[in-house]
């Protein structure tokens, strides 16, 4: 999506909830889904929305002779089924 220096933008309405759409082109390039965390961080531009990290704690709970591809597997298992069990219990 941006290259370089270059900056593209695009406008959202908050909802009377507080609530923010992502646009889809932003979701994609970023690979937001739902369930996904985004961090709000202050600056002194403005605000700055930001994915939070999936990989932060990973590794605490294996032994240190697990390879890394098998750590990677085992986080991304442990991802889907915590995104599809948050898709379960959401109630729109």
Do not use: C, H, Y
Request: hydrophobic fraction near 30%; glycine fraction near 8%.
């Amino acid at each position: 999506m941006s290259t370089g220096n270059e900056t593209e933008t695009e406008t959202t309405r908050i909802t009377r909830k507080g609530q923010v759409t992502i646009p889809k082109s932003l979701r994609e390039e970023f690979g937001l889904e739902e369930g996904d965390e985004v961090r709000w961080e202050m600056t002194e531009d403005g605000i700055k929305v930001r994915k939070a990290t999936q990989s932060a704690g990973r590794g605490m709970l294996v032994d240190d002779d697990v390879s890394e591809a098998k750590r990677e597997e085992m986080a991304e298992e442990m991802e889907a089924e915590i995104r599809e069990n948050r898709r379960a219990e959401w109630q729109p």
